[in-house]
């Protein structure tokens, strides 16, 4: 196709995310990827500093990835769930069983990082309306447990019930006002990830739960890290805080692991800093090493026997592309590749490079703070960014960096090298301080 053709139907027909479909910013057709590189259709070549929003963990065009897939389509891109079971989502769910605490057992495979939210939440609300009894607490469950609960600043998705629990200011809460659900809003803890923990952050949970933990089932949080609502890192303290008050009042504890699991933080999955399990846990993105879209949500057993306990023992979510297979085999190579590679060591030496580079930003005038954890650096100014300005200017350095908000960040693929590392940094640096200066 003409590169001009391209360009004119995506601008009169295609929507972007988060854009005006009749006014469109500038787009860039990209042609190709491979290793850490997005090749733009105009010859030009990116450092990618974005892992296509986090997920392409190994790099692009993968060859075990690749051929995963290839042998995989082979046999059967797709069959339905529903009655029917095979051998790529078996052998994914034995994996994940592998890596992910051994409470968290019964595993739903969706097809999005929203779609495992929705589900988890689903399940919080089924398994409250059974009337089960249960290990968390003889008192758990009660059919007016239908609300959330969950910190300022998160994000959780863009469907509805998602939606309804991301950040209620720079979320979409304005736009979609009373037809959302209203949950409840914690403050974010003030106590930052390596820093000395504040008793004070848990108190607004503690009142909370002391006073409506009979509406509430279940207390939503990102572990960790909360990513696209602000990028910022927070002390594992407040998960056990959390999670002992959780259980204290009968409320669900859903961790949303769809940013952070995979490495990301250095561990495997963030909730390992806390060595706290939820009673739900949401993954996705770096599942399928970014190679297509496939989520999972996985429950405790006990989360589980109460859902099934109930008059309709069915738990009511069942997707047409539900553990596609192409996509469970992706992700199961995917894994195997994880876990074959230095992973640990990989994340720790770019955080440390990272860091050092960033440093470079602290004391400019427009910077307000340089944060980095595992495989994510974030320079944070003083004013949202101008987006129309900044993003060609990344890609005349050479690298492919979408900022949002007042947030610079990277998140390169764990596959990077040190001098490919080095160059998306010193780009960022130089970018940001010619920004600044005009
Ligand atoms: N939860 C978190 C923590 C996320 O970062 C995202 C995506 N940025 C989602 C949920 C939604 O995932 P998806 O875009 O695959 O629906």
């Not at 820093?195 to 509406?215: G, M, N, V």
């Not at 610079?408 to 090298?417: E, L």
Request: contains cysteine; charged residues 15%; glycine residues 8%.
């Amino acid at each position: 196709m003409e590169l001009s053709h391209l360009k004119d139907i995506d601008r009169n027909h295609i929507w972007h995310p988060y854009t005006s479909i009749t006014n469109p910013p500038i787009i860039y057709p990209v042609s190709h990827a491979e290793g850490v590189y997005i090749h733009l259709a105009d010859g030009r070549k990116l450092i990618d500093g974005m892992s296509s929003w986090w997920c392409t963990i190994h790099g692009y065009n993968v060859p075990q990835l690749n051929e995963a897939a290839c042998k995989q389509i082979d046999k059967m891109s797709h069959v339905m769930f529903g009655g029917l079971t095979h051998e790529p989502a078996a052998q994914l769910a034995e994996r994940l069983l592998g890596l992910l605490p051994m409470q968290l057992n019964k595993i739903f495979f969706a097809d999005s990082g929203s779609i495992a939210v929705e589900v988890a939440m689903k399940m919080a609300i089924q398994f409250h309306a059974a009337h089960a009894s249960s290990p968390i607490s003889e008192a758990a469950s009660a059919p007016s447990r239908t609300k959330f609960a969950t910190i300022r600043s998160g994000y959780h998705g863009d469907t509805w019930h998602a939606m309804s629990v991301c950040d209620p200011v720079n979320g979409m809460h304005g736009l979609f006002g009373s037809s959302l659900p209203v949950q409840f809003f914690l403050p974010q803890p003030k106590s930052r990830f390596g820093h000395e923990f504040d008793p004070h952050d848990i108190e607004p949970l503690k009142s909370l739960l002391s006073e409506h933990s009979h509406e509430i089932a279940a207390l939503i949080l990102e572990p960790i890290v909360q990513g696209a609502g602000g990028m910022y890192f927070y002390s594992p303290e407040y998960l056990r805080a959390a999670a002992t008050l959780c259980k204290e009042h009968g409320v669900l504890l859903i961790f949303d692991e769809i940013a952070t699991g995979f490495g990301r933080t250095g561990r495997m999955f963030a909730l390992e800093h806390a060595q706290v399990v939820p009673d739900i846990i949401c993954i996705g993105k770096g599942l399928t090493g970014g190679y297509m879209t496939l989520s999972a949500t996985i429950a405790q057993e006990h989360v589980a026997q109460g859902i099934s306990q109930s008059p309709s023992p069915a738990f009511m979510h069942g997707p047409t592309f539900m553990a596609n297979p192409l996509a469970c085999a992706v992700a199961s190579a995917s894994i195997d590749l994880l876990l074959a590679s230095p992973w640990q060591d990989r994340v720790h030496n770019i955080a440390v490079a990272m860091l050092s580079h960033l440093s470079t930003l602290s004391n400019t005038k427009g910077v307000a703070c340089i944060r980095v954890l595992g495989a994510i650096g974030v320079v944070e100014l003083d004013e949202p960014v101008d987006m129309q300005r900044i993003q060609p200017m990344f890609v005349d350095a050479g690298v492919w960096i979408r900022p949002f908000g007042n947030l610079v960040y990277i998140m390169p693929a764990y596959v990077i090298t040190e001098d490919e590392l080095s160059r998306l940094c010193e780009a960022l640096v130089g970018v940001v301080r010619e920004y600044l200066q005009n």
